[in-house]
């Protein structure tokens, strides 16, 4: 069947260290890959997209890599500070049109002082 | 004001009624998408429309309808709300550009409890 995993428990990390989450799929084969930060509520708020023909994204203190063989993308934030506290989903497209998002239930980031 | 808008916020009711959740936009997009969000499963596709004349089911569709009104709204409707309805729910829109993949513009959600 198809899954789309990420970390279900909560990661803490210290102020200025790098955060890296993880998102795993299995049974897909996405085109594109998004990146969305969540608050407590609030709605969802893209970060980054990337193609299954790149490797690497950036933006600012965000990276993102996508490896279709291993099946998994990785969302770094460096230099974290505690208003990068939130939940972090990431979201495959399959392409073809549509716009239509896949999601993984998002991992908790906790960055303490 | 927020690009996405949804009401009610919050909306208490109970099983057996009709609701409807309201979505409006102001950022000219054509394509809108109603999700809901429960906890341990993320979010999921309810319906999607691509344009006025274009309405789609999602991947959980049953129990639930959808009206394009105009471009910029895009409206939920639970016929006849059961309490495992109760949950988060999301609208979001993106551009129209084809086969490429756009980002989702969420609102803030409308959370629905079902008694």
């Known amino acids: 069947s198809q899954k789309i995993e990420q970390n279900s428990e909560a990661l803490n990390i210290q102020e200025g260290k790098t955060a890296t989450l993880t998102c795993n799929y299995t049974?897909?084969?996405?085109?594109?890959l998004q990146w969305y930060r969540q608050d407590p509520g609030r709605g969802p708020v893209f970060l980054l997209l990337i193609r299954e023909n790149e490797k690497e994204k950036r933006k600012e203190r965000l990276k993102v890599t996508f490896d279709t063989t291993l099946k998994q993308s990785l969302f770094h934030i460096t230099a974290s500070q505690p208003a990068d506290s939130a939940t972090y989903l990431c979201a495959l497209d399959l392409g073809g049109g549509g716009n239509k998002l896949t999601f993984g239930t998002g991992t908790q980031l906790k960055v303490e002082l | 004001d927020a690009d996405v808008t949804q009401t009610p916020r919050n909306r208490i009711t109970k099983t057996g009624k009709r609701i409807m959740l309201e979505c409006s936009q102001t950022?000219?997009?054509?394509?809108m998408y109603w999700y809901r969000q429960d906890p341990g499963l993320g979010l999921r596709l309810i319906y999607y429309s691509f344009d006025v004349k274009d309405i789609n089911k999602g991947e959980i569709s049953d129990g639930y309808s959808v009206s394009r009104q105009a471009q910029a709204k895009f409206s939920l409707s639970l016929e006849s709300a059961i309490p495992n309805q109760t949950a988060l729910y999301f609208c979001?829109?993106?551009?129209?550009?084809?086969?490429?993949?756009?980002?989702?513009?969420f609102g803030d959600g409308t959370r629905l409890s079902i008694l």
């Open positions: 950022k000219g997009h054509d394509r």
């Open positions: 049974n897909y084969s996405p085109a594109y």
């Open positions: 979001a829109t993106s551009e129209a550009t084809g086969v490429f993949n756009q980002p989702q513009h």
